[in-house]
């Protein structure tokens, strides 16, 4: 709930309860912490079950996971996985610089999917999987989850109803102390920021201002060909958005939405549930607390809500938005000179 220090005529807007949202069943392809995370948001904040987890490395690797998390069924291999009738929706946990063949792998089954964010290591990728889930009329979301957190909620309703006014200016930074984590100093994993961090202050500029008319952008690469860091300017008609990523420090993690009538502050982080304050030039201020534990069983309920209602793709982050953020990335990524051994 929010507290205000002026009063307002309306509280924000904030998610949809995931309890609330229909059950389905998971596979996971991946045994990963990122798996670990959604596993636990599926397993403790909503309706649906993992029923299987795949791990390509090992089986022993899958098995090692399903005992941990309670999971009946383990896999070998992500084509077993996905050919188990028993699974409804899979999700792709892999490293980033392979998530289009998996998640083709589970098109071509037919399952639902929800694939890990960046969506892949570049936009060819990204249209070939898109295209691929379209024709075959499943469901498929990028998991980005800040779209479906209730902070994020709070702060679409208040820019809709105007309580900032025209926004005309977005910042968003994204840094981690991240140089020993072997697979973001790799290129042939494509590694670097930002696919890996960058990409959630790029996807904060394109939920808060669309794509950008232009983009500017600066980095700099490390002795191994991967970004250490990276700032980018991007361009709109009558509104900037400044964004910047790092793996060689912390940084505050914040995010700021200036508008002709006011400002909204995110706290760090400002992409996982977390606290805002709106200050109106007329006085007003308004701080809202989106602070829950996990966070990712937005995403997922979201997932259950538009299957449920036969659709195939958000509309909180739709599959033209994973696009045009991937087209963003790959143009970052020109102006800097990051290119993938894969890619040459």
């Known amino acids: 709930m929010s507290d205000a220090t002026t009063e307002t005529p309306l509280a924000p807007a904030t998610a949809p309860d995931p309890m609330e949202a229909p059950g389905y069943r998971w596979g996971i392809l991946g045994a990963g912490g ?22 390509a490395s090992s089986l022993a690797n899958a098995q090692a996971f399903a005992e941990e998390k309670g999971i009946p069924t383990a896999y070998g291999s992500y084509a077993e996985l996905v050919a188990d009738p028993n699974v409804d929706i899979v999700y792709v946990a892999t490293p980033h610089s392979n998530h289009h063949e998996p998640a083709l792998l589970a098109i071509n089954a037919g ?7 960046p969506f892949t290591q570049n936009v060819a990728q990204a249209q070939q999987v898109i295209d691929a889930a379209r024709e075959r009329g499943v469901f498929m979301m990028e ?19 105007g309580e900032i006014g025209d926004v005309v ?28 961090l960058g990409v959630y202050p790029v996807s904060f500029a394109h939920h808060m201002l669309g794509a ?5 952008a600066r980095g700099r690469l490390t002795d191994l060909g991967v970004d250490a860091q990276v700032a980018a300017i991007f361009e709109y008609d009558g509104a900037v958005a400044t964004v910047n990523t790092t793996l060689e420090a912390r940084t505050a993690n914040t995010a700021q939405i200036a508008g002709t009538e006011g ?3 995110l706290d760090g982080t400002f992409y996982s549930p977390t606290t805002f304050t709106l200050d109106r030039n007329d006085g007003t201020v308004i ?7 996990n966070g990712f069983q937005f995403e997922v309920a979201e997932v259950a809500r ?17 696009l045009d953020i991937m087209r963003s990335l790959d143009e970052i990524r020109a102006q800097i000179g990051l290119v993938y051994p894969n890619e040459r």
Not at 34 to 55: M, N, P, Y
Not at 143 to 161: C, G, K, N, Q, T
Not at 212 to 216: D, G, R, V, Y
Request: proline share 4%; with cysteine.
């Open 111 to 117: 399952k639902h999917l929800l694939v890990e964010k």
């Open 169 to 196: 200016a977005v910042q968003a930074d994204h840094g981690q102390l991240l140089t020993h984590v072997e697979r973001l100093v790799k290129p042939e994993l494509a590694g670097g920021a930002l696919l890996d």
């Open 212 to 216: 950008p008319q232009a983009i500017t």
């Open 143 to 161: 998991a980005m989850w800040a779209p479906h957190l209730p902070h994020m909620y709070a702060v679409r309703d208040l820019i809709a109803r």
């Open 263 to 265: 400002m909204i502050r």
């Open 287 to 293: 701080e809202f607390d989106g602070q829950v534990d």
């Open 34 to 55: 990122i798996a670990r995370k959604l596993t636990d948001a599926v397993q403790q904040f909503t309706q649906s079950e993992v029923v299987a987890v795949a791990s």
């Open 306 to 322: 538009c299957i449920a209602a036969g659709r195939t793709e958000s509309e909180l982050h739709s599959l033209d938005t994973t």
